[in-house]
T-cell receptor
Framework: TQLLEQSPQFLSIQEGENLTVYCNSSSVFSSLQWYRQEPGEGPVLLVTVVTGGEVKKLKRLTFQFGDARKDSSLHITAAQPGDTGLYLCAGVGTSYDKVIFGPGTSLSVIP | GAVVSQHPSWVICKSGTSVKIECRSLDFQATTMFWYRQFPKQSLMLMATSNEGSKATYEQGVEKDKFLINHASLTLSTLTVTSAHPEDSSFYIC???????????FGPGTRLTVT
């Protein structure tokens, strides 16, 4: 069974601060995805990382895929209240059959 | 981008009744659809995977006779919660995979409350 872990589970920071969320697994995935979910809504895909060592930037968000394709990180620079939400990493199985979600990181950015 | 809809967005039903939730891919054909369940302050848990025209594959611990999944067409999958109980109250989210790039797109979710 492929399992994903995320840390921290909860994070409360002041506006303007930087933060990093980590996603780890003992399994290799064909790709890792990061989603953001707001209460009462479905998750929205932020990025997909495919190649080991890959780094992708999306405005103030930087995503990295580990060299061994077992872990990933999400770094947010100068967090804003609009970044508040549940951040989920998800692993796409090597047979591309399904997407497994990590437990999520609940981020709260205080104005 | 591709759009996936769910209906209803929320539903309240009495214990013992059955509830059907629809998942539609609006602008692409979904070869595979997935059903997830999410309890408050928890992550999404995959319940089952369905391919058009074939039986769904259920994850370990999910009762296939209680959660009936039908994927009759390339744009529609339904999840029926049979003989619902209060512990079935949850947020049910579907996703559909298909279209250019074979990406997976998520629906907005359905809030089920069983009284």
């Amino acid at each position: 069974t492929q399992l994903l872990e995320q840390s921290p589970q909860f994070l409360s920071i002041q506006e303007g601060e930087n933060l990093t969320v980590y996603c780890n697994s003992s399994s290799v995935f064909s790709s890792l995805q990061w989603y953001r979910q707001e209460p009462g809504e479905g998750p929205v895909l932020l990025v997909t990382v495919v190649t080991g060592g890959e780094v992708k930037k999306l405005k103030r968000l930087t995503f990295q895929f580990g060299d061994a394709r077992k872990d990933s990180s999400l770094h947010i620079t100068a967090a804003q209240p609009g970044d508040t939400g549940l951040y989920l990493c998800a692993g796409v199985g090597t047979s591309y059959d399904k997407v497994i979600f990590g437990p999520g990181t609940s981020l709260s950015v205080i104005p | 981008g591709a759009v996936v809809s769910q209906h209803p967005s929320w539903v309240i039903c009495k214990s013992g009744t059955s509830v059907k939730i629809e998942c539609r891919s609006l602008d692409f054909q979904a070869t595979t659809m997935f059903w997830y369940r999410q309890f408050p302050k928890q992550s999404l848990m995959l319940m089952a995977t369905s391919n058009e025209g074939s039986k769904a594959t259920y994850e370990q611990g999910v009762e296939k006779d209680k959660f009936l999944i039908n994927h009759a067409s390339l744009t529609l999958s339904t999840l029926t919660v049979t003989s619902a109980h209060p512990e079935d109250s949850s947020f049910y989210i579907c996703s559909a995979r298909g279209g250019y790039g074979n990406e997976q797109y998520f629906g907005p979710g359905t809030r089920l409350t069983v009284t």
